[in-house]
């Protein structure tokens, strides 16, 4: 059946090679969203690679770490060293905010533990607040935006960690004053743990370091990591802070934008060698647990929460555009797409020219990842041994092609089950007491 369906292949690709209209009438989602998306990201590389002349720091803004914490235990003391240590030459204050104190004792000694041991560090302040009864990461956010002293606040997740330049590389994009926020790079640190991890590894090297850096290139970029990102603190005042309900960070980065269209001399950032490092899931069961999450919370923002603002009026053309395109239709209705153009072409052809089809498929998304991998290695990567990650290159495309599968279901689970109600960031009484959307 293999001979039979590389015979097809062959055919296939013949015609293909002189019937340009053919390709278009066969893959029609991928040339006319993902080939574009692909250029944006591969020019707007190009362009950040030959910046113009870079102007000296010549000022170093008081900073604010706000890390959320609720079950790190002793590892939230690798966050705090890895944040006391950054080499900036500015003051800093780092406010650890231990979500549910109550039942996390074991976090908050580890934070008051660290406290104590950092007393004596120079232009560095630690802070350890403690929030006895849980209210969320939404609620852990706000209150170190209401205690923040420093000009530009870091919102940081309490189980990363960071280089000891992230701080530099990040302050370097708000010498700008028309800089609203920055989002900064994780990198997985648990990549040698299994092949998923791996993976997972090079889709954090091209969808987040490579992607962001071509799309803020071009000022569209798309979101602001809640477990990496850092605002000017007076506009983060200003629009509010964060809001209930998950997905808190897409939700911020739109009432940004929506900002930006009243004031259009400010802009979002993202600093690719700002480095962060976080776990990801190293089981299939955690990693879909965790999309589904992810996921979800995207139709649940553009489609129920934001869908009376996302207009030409409130975020400009440039950015409703690529917002209906990219993370509308795209992220939300593209994966549905494949699904069910999955089950038609099962149930409608030959499994013999279904093979045929998948392997054409999967030989153009691998010469797109590859060309990406290239241009991002060369281009942005600051270790030189990222090459050893792309060695599992190959699987890449299959892994895309699942978790594609995953989020059309995570879709439907939202669309159906409004599974955003059931999140683990917040607690149930408060997404009951929040606007029901």
Not at 102 to 129: D, F, G, M, P
Not at 228 to 239: D, H, L, S, V, Y
Not at 353 to 372: G, K
Request: with cysteine; net charge positive.
């Amino acid at each position: 059946m293999l001979q039979d369906s590389l015979a097809i292949f062959s055919q296939l690709y013949l015609v293909l090679i002189h019937n340009h209209v053919l390709w278009l009438m066969l893959f029609p989602m991928l040339l006319i969203f993902e080939l574009p998306l692909y250029l944006l990201v591969l020019t707007g590389i190009f362009r950040w690679s030959f910046p113009t002349a870079e102007q000296p720091i010549t000022h170093y803004p008081f900073l604010s770490f706000v890390i959320t914490c609720y079950g790190e235990g002793d590892d939230i003391e690798i966050t705090i060293d890895t944040l006391v240590e950054q080499i900036y030459p500015g003051q800093i204050e780092i406010l650890v905010i231990v979500d549910g104190a109550s039942q996390n004792r074991e976090t908050y000694l580890a934070a008051k533990r660290c406290k104590h041991k950092h007393q004596l560090a120079r232009q560095r302040k630690i802070i350890v607040v403690p929030k006895w009864q849980r209210g969320g990461r939404v609620s852990s956010c706000n209150a170190g935006l209401a205690m923040a002293k420093g000009e530009v606040i870091f919102s940081l997740d309490g189980d990363s960690s960071f280089d000891n330049d992230m701080a530099f590389n990040m302050v370097k994009h708000f010498n700008d004053p028309n800089t609203m926020a920055c989002g900064g790079a994780l990198r997985v640190r648990n990549h040698q743990t299994n092949l998923l991890t791996r993976l997972q590894a090079i889709e954090y090297m091209l969808s987040i370091q490579a992607g962001k850096t071509g799309m803020a290139s071009w000022g569209v970029l798309n979101n602001i990591s809640g477990a990496f990102g850092a605002f000017n603190t007076a506009i983060a005042r200003q629009i509010g802070g964060w809001d209930t309900h998950s997905a808190e960070d897409l939700d911020i980065t739109i009432r940004l934008m929506q900002y930006k269209r009243r004031y259009p001399h400010y802009h979002l950032s993202f600093a690719p060698h700002a480095i962060g490092h976080t776990d990801v899931p190293d089981t299939l069961r955690g990693l879909v647990k965790q999309r589904l999450r992810w996921d979800g919370d995207l139709l649940f923002l553009f489609l129920r929460k934001h869908r009376h603002s996302l207009t030409p009026s409130l975020l400009g053309w440039g950015n409703f555009v690529f917002t209906l395109a990219y993370s509308v239709i795209q992220n939300i209705l593209l994966p549905i797409i494949v699904a069910g153009y999955t089950f038609y072409i099962f149930a409608s052809f030959p499994i013999k020219l279904v093979i045929a089809l998948a392997l054409m498929l999967y030989l153009i998304y691998l010469l797109f990842s590859l060309l990406l991998s290239v241009i991002y290695y060369f281009l942005i990567s600051e270790r030189r041994d990222d090459w050893k990650a792309f060695v599992w290159l190959p699987l890449y495309p299959i892994y895309q092609y699942f978790m594609r599968l995953v989020t059309a279901f995570a879709m439907l689970n939202e669309a159906i089950r409004r599974s955003h109600e059931e999140s683990s960031m917040a607690p149930w009484w408060v997404l009951k007491r929040g606007k029901k959307f």
